[in-house]
């Protein structure tokens, strides 16, 4: 590897690192200044260690710290991590998760407001932000987002509403136990935060080009050298003039679609695009390595 590799590495990393410590940051504030103010419970593993620290304060009497439920829950996820998306992936992971966690124990309670609803959409809003930002630089928050991940890699499907499904049922058993006001707030925050993840980060989420155009070899080599996806050639016929006419087929990631439409304007200003949301593809689909 030369020289300017390693440095573009090497400034990758810290990006990397730097931004899974503002991210793990958020998380503690989140937890500490919106969650704990307004008595919710988060979904995920966050929601079931704070679930678990409500059951043994209010039923044994036993305050037990943040750090020490949420780091044993999530070595299940880490495993998966190492074993299925990666070691560097599942290293920075490990290393949010341990700085949220410390960071939760260790920052004082802030309160921003006292209004459950104000608390519910922008607490979810920033928890939504900070999942992204890890997201984004090849990181999880832990818990359900490996879990995700995993069957997002294995499936080809986005499953974070499936995630947020699954969170309901945690968030009824803290209704059982703790009052369904608190639950029923708990899920407006969760939805925000899923919401905001799937409107930011669309790794796993892909459209459909059909693409009329005269330059198709031209075309596919943009494609091919952006996304690494394959592409169909069609031929047919136009209605109106008779004329031959070629179609472009390819299935990419959301993420790609606009940089691919901007390359087609280059190549070719009169293209015709259709772009189809996709809800599955079942075959063959290059995806980027986590790592």
């Given at each position: 590897?030369s020289?300017k590799?390693?440095?573009?590495?090497a400034k990758?990393?810290?990006?990397?690192?730097?931004?899974?410590?503002?991210g793990?940051?958020?998380?503690a504030?989140?937890?500490?200044?919106f969650?704990?103010?307004?008595?919710?419970f988060p979904?995920?593993?966050?929601?079931?260690?704070?679930?678990?620290?409500?059951?043994?304060d209010?039923?044994?009497?036993?305050?037990?710290p943040?750090?020490a439920?949420?780091?044993?829950?999530?070595?299940?996820?880490v495993?998966?991590g190492?074993?299925?998306l990666?070691?560097?992936?599942?290293f920075?992971?490990?290393?949010?998760?341990?700085?949220?966690?410390?960071?939760t124990d260790?920052?004082?309670?802030i309160a921003i407001?006292?209004?459950?609803?104000l608390?519910?959409?922008?607490?979810?809003?920033?928890n939504?932000?900070?999942?992204?930002?890890?997201?984004?630089?090849?990181?999880?928050?832990g818990?359900?987002?490996?879990?995700?991940i995993?069957?997002?890699?294995?499936?080809?499907i986005?499953?974070?509403?499936?995630?947020?499904m699954?969170?309901?049922?945690?968030?009824?058993?803290?209704?059982?136990?703790?009052?369904?006001?608190?639950?029923?707030?708990?899920?407006i925050?969760?939805?925000?935060?899923?919401?905001l993840?799937?409107?930011?980060?669309?790794?796993?989420?892909?459209?459909?080009?059909?693409?009329?155009?005269?330059?198709?070899s031209?075309i596919?080599?943009?494609?091919q050298a952006?996304t690494?996806h394959?592409?169909?050639l069609f031929?047919?016929?136009?209605?109106f003039?008779?004329?031959?006419?070629n179609?472009?087929?390819?299935v990419v990631?959301?993420?790609?679609?606009?940089?691919?439409?901007?390359?087609?304007?280059?190549?070719?200003?009169?293209?015709?695009?259709?772009?189809?949301?996709?809800?599955?593809?079942n075959?063959?689909?290059?995806?980027?390595?986590?790592?």
């Amino acid at each position: 590897m030369s020289g300017k590799h390693k440095n573009e590495r090497a400034k990758k990393e810290l990006k990397r690192f730097f931004l899974c410590t503002v991210g793990a940051l958020i998380i503690a504030f989140n937890l500490k200044s919106f969650v704990r103010t307004g008595g919710l419970f988060p979904g995920g593993f966050s929601g079931v260690t704070l679930l678990i620290q409500q059951i043994c304060d209010t039923y044994f009497g036993v305050s037990l710290p943040y750090t020490a439920v949420y780091i044993p829950l999530n070595l299940i996820p880490v495993y998966i991590g190492i074993k299925y998306l990666g070691k560097r992936f599942t290293f920075y992971s490990f290393y949010v998760i341990v700085l949220s966690s410390v960071m939760t124990d260790l920052i004082p309670k802030i309160a921003i407001t006292y209004d459950v609803l104000l608390i519910c959409i922008f607490g979810g809003i920033i928890n939504g932000a900070a999942v992204s930002i890890c997201l984004f630089v090849g990181a999880s928050a832990g818990g359900t987002d490996f879990i995700s991940i995993y069957f997002s890699e294995k499936r080809g499907i986005d499953t974070w509403n499936f995630i947020f499904m699954a969170n309901i049922c945690i968030l009824i058993t803290a209704g059982v136990l703790f009052g369904f006001d608190r639950a029923l707030y708990s899920i407006i925050f969760q939805f925000c935060t899923t919401q905001l993840i799937q409107t930011l980060y669309k790794r796993y989420q892909k459209h459909t080009l059909l693409i009329i155009t005269d330059q198709p070899s031209a075309i596919y080599g943009r494609i091919q050298a952006i996304t690494h996806h394959d592409a169909t050639l069609f031929k047919g016929n136009g209605c109106f003039a008779g004329a031959e006419r070629n179609m472009v087929y390819s299935v990419v990631s959301s993420e790609e679609v606009d940089m691919i439409m901007k390359e087609i304007k280059e190549v070719d200003p009169k293209a015709f695009v259709n772009v189809i949301k996709t809800e599955q593809v079942n075959g063959r689909f290059y995806r980027r390595p986590n790592d």
